[in-house]
Each structure stands twice: as C-alpha cells, then as structure tokens.
C-alpha cells in the first residue's frame, strides 16, 4: 500500500520510454481498443511510442496525464484525426473548439452549469427515474427479466432532451434517440483516412450527412421558436440570453445549435452508461449494496429528496466515482503537439500525438490497491487512497478542457440511482452475458440483465 496515490503526494515519473515492435499487436485496435491500451501498458509500462497504422506517444502515469492536461495543456490542442470526425458532427461546439473561439464558449457557456445553476433542473432529474419507476411496477410483481441498458439510456436522453428543450423534447424523443445513436456510431468508428473525410461517398457518411441536416433542421427551429419567445425555460433559453462578458455579444445561431447538439450527445451516453454499470457492480457487490441501501434509508427517510440532502448522500457519491474509475465513460483521450515540448525526458515534435486510456490509467496497480476490485471506500476523503485532485482518476478528464457538465452529470446520477432504488432492488439475472465493450464510450456488450424486486 505504500505507493497509493495521494491528492498531495504524485510519485515521480522515474521510467523510460519504451518503443514496442512496429504494428505491435495492431489487430487487437479493430476489436476492443482499451483491451489493446491496457496490453501495451502491461507489456511496456507508462510512456510509450508506438508506431502502426496511427503513430502516437501513450502515457499512463499520472505525472505524465498531469502535464499534458495541465501543467502544459498551452503546447497541446486537439487538432487530431480523431478530433477532426468529432468536428464533422458537431461543428464549432465548445468540446471540439480551439483557441480564442473556445476561450469565448467556455467563458459564456460556465457561470450556467456552475453548481447553484444547475439546481433549475433537479425537478426534471427527480421526475424522469420517478416515471420510470412507476412504469417499472408489473415488471417488478410478475419478475420479469429485462435489459436495464436500454432503459437507463432513454432515462439519461430525457433528462438532457428536458434540460435543453424543456417540453419540446417530448414530442421529438424518438427521432432525437435516433439521430444521436447514428452520430455516435460515425463518431466512434476508428480515423482511417479513406473513410474519415466527408466528401468520402460511402453508405456511412450519406446518413450521416443527411441525419445531421434533419437534427440541424430541429434544432434551427428551436432557435428561432426560442427567440420569439425571450423567456422560454431551458438551458437552450438560457444560453441564448447570455452575453460575453468581453464583447458584450450574443451566441450566434449556428453556435447555439452546435452546442445544443454537442451537448445532447454529450450529456447522454456518458451519463447512461455510468448508470447501467452501477447497477451492474451493485448487483454483482451485495455489501455495498447493503450499505448504499442504508445510507439512503438513514438520510432520506421518508423525506423527499432535495439537493440540500445530496450532500450527505456520501456513500452513494462515492460508489458513482468507483464505478467511473472501473468503468470510465469517455475511456479514451488524445492531444495534438501544438508546438515542440518536453515530456517524461523525451523530446516531442509539433504534429506528434499522445494518447491516454482512462480504462488502464484508472487501474494502474502502481497507484491503486487489486485494482480490478470494486471497493468504493477507497473514495473516503480520509483514505490515503483518495486521489482526487491527482491525475490518476479523470474520468471528467482535468485542466481547463474538463468537463464542463461535471456538477450538471454527478447532481443527476445520484438523484437518479437514489430515486430509483428507494422503491427496487435490482438482482442481476443468471442469463446476463457480461463482455465489456469500448467504442466512444465504454458499456457493456450485451447491456445488462436484471430482475426487480420492491423495496417499499
Ligand atoms: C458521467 C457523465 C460525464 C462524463 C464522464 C463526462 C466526461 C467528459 C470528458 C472526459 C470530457 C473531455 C472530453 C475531451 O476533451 O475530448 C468532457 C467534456 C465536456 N463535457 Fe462532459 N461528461 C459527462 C457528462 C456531461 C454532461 C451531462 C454535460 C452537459 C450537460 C457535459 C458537457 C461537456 C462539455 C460541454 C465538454 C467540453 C468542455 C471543453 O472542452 O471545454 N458532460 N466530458
């Protein structure tokens, strides 16, 4: 235990750069690329220089993570050919942006998700899991066996649909549902570069295209019903009357429905797969089940919930911050060297790029205890596991490209698993196939069967 990560204390980077065989084990990319990751950290340790069909540095300490994101984030920018699929979909939007264009959003776009801001939309993430729930009742009496995936996924699509659209959401759920899942699937298909540029005509890229014109579509209209009507509720009503501090604009419209894009897509999969694995490490840990029981018994009682009360939810918090160290949403991140810099010992050059795989960061067994154990107590604050604050645990990556949805996403998966299982318990089923699988976000292959029983 002596070498555990704390917030004060990250242990020096004292390795090498190792530089694998060309093509080492490149097939194992097309299938599961964070296995791949963790197999070359296995074989060749923290800093790496790989070259295949994408040449690129990988780094896996936290010194290393620390530097790239933080420390030197100024000679590093996302001009990547990863990043360059992202901004085929989602245009100028604050995730993809760079420079003085990114600086504007993020300082527009930050006092709105600051914590007491966020507060507007508690209602919606309490409502949301409480008409799930209801709707749960025959399958929790006649024990029904389900795929709990696909439900945490249309939960997690109307809480952001509702925050951004507020009623205007419900009518266009379907084909909102539909329209991510196609620009998640092109977003998440590897850069080659015969199929990563647009003008490429392949069946991919004309739906993609032509789902993008109809999302856009919608979302100019939003726009503009939004602006005949300055009060309109919802976050998309609320970025529109905001103005820059400096300049004293507006967002434009095409800037608006990028971000509303951006952020639907966003703001969905990465919060319904952190849902779907919890109560996958909660069916498979009946003691920490036992204990998360309890701690919202005790808290909540037969209180309504408040966000006053999720405060002292700090167990529940820190079984949401395990399940995203074993299982990061957003698994993997990568950096463009923006000018020459010196990192781990190693010159890089302008145009290199790094690579980091939150999946082996997360369990690095130099910084965490049997790593592959889920042990949520190692979040206590008091634990000298704790590595908040340290680049060993990212899983809202860290510096200024952090996620700007962090209180909005962790205010609504502790509402969301407190509301829900206040009334079930949710038993994994024997049938449920488990295989992990990593595409833009990390979920299981097959979702996740389950059984409800009633707590109430
Ligand atoms: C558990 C849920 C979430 C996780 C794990 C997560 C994780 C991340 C990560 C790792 C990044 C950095 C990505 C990159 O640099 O390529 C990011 C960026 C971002 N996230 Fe999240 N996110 C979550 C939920 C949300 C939600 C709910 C919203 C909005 C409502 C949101 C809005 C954003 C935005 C706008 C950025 C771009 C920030 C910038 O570049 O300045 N995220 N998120």
Not at 158 to 171: C, H, K, M, P, T
Request: glycine share 6%; net charge positive; aromatic share 10%.
């Amino acid at each position: 235990m002596n070498n555990l990560v704390h917030k004060d204390a990250i242990p020096k980077f004292t390795g090498k750069l190792k530089r694998p065989p060309v093509f080492y084990r490149q097939w194992m990319l097309a299938g599961n690329p964070a296995l791949f990751f963790d197999r070359l950290v296995e074989d060749y340790g923290d800093f790496i220089h790989y070259k295949g069909l994408i040449d690129f540095y990988m780094v896996n300490h936290p010194e290393l993570v620390n530097k790239v994101l933080k420390q030197s984030n100024r000679n590093f920018d996302k001009r990547t050919i990863i990043y360059k699929r992202f901004k085929n979909v989602q245009g100028s939007a604050l995730v993809v942006a760079e420079g003085e264009s990114w600086k504007r959003q993020r300082r527009m776009m930050q006092p709105i998700f600051k914590k007491s801001a966020i507060e507007k939309f508690f209602d919606i993430m309490v409502d949301a899991p409480t008409n799930l729930a209801q709707t749960w009742t025959k399958r929790a009496d006649s024990k029904v066996v389900f795929n709990i995936a696909e439900d945490m996924n249309h939960l997690a699509l109307e809480i952001i649909g509702r925050a951004l659209f507020s009623n205007d959401f419900v009518e266009m759920r379907d084909k909102i549902e539909y329209w991510t899942s196609i620009l998640n699937r092109y977003s998440a298909k590897p850069p080659l570069p015969i199929i990563r540029d647009l003008w490429f005509p392949s069946p991919r890229n004309f739906k993609m295209k032509s789902v993008l014109r109809d999302f856009h579509r919608f979302l100019g209209k939003m726009v503009s019903c939004h602006r005949q009507s300055p009060n309109a509720e919802g976050l998309l009503g609320i970025l529109m009357q905001v103005t820059d501090e400096e300049t004293g604009e507006c967002m434009p419209d095409q800037a608006l429905i990028d971000e509303m894009l951006s952020l639907v897509m966003g703001g969905h999969e990465t919060v319904a797969t952190v849902l779907t694995w919890f109560w996958y490490e909660l069916g498979r840990n009946p003691e920490v089940e036992k204990r998360f029981h309890q701690e919202i018994d005790t808290v909540l009682g037969k209180q309504p919930i408040s966000p006053e009360k999720l405060t002292k939810l700090t167990y529940t918090k820190q079984v949401i911050e395990e399940t995203m160290r074993l299982h990061p949403p957003l698994w993997f991140e990568n950096r463009n060297v923006k000018n020459d810099v010196e990192l781990g010992g190693v010159q890089l050059k302008q145009g290199d790029m790094v690579v980091l795989s939150r999946y082996s960061l997360h369990r690095n067994p130099q910084f965490w205890h049997k790593p592959d154990k889920f042990d949520p107590g190692r979040f206590d604050k008091d634990k000298p596991e704790n590595s908040k604050g340290s680049c060993a645990f990212i899983p809202f990556s860290s510096g200024p490209r952090m996620c700007l949805g962090m209180q909005f996403a962790t205010m609504e998966l502790i509402t969301v698993v407190v509301t829900i299982a206040r009334r079930y318990r949710i038993i994994i089923d024997e049938s449920d196939k488990h295989e992990m699988a990593a595409h833009l976000t990390m979920s299981p292959k097959y979702g996740v069967k389950v059984r409800l029983e009633n707590r109430l």
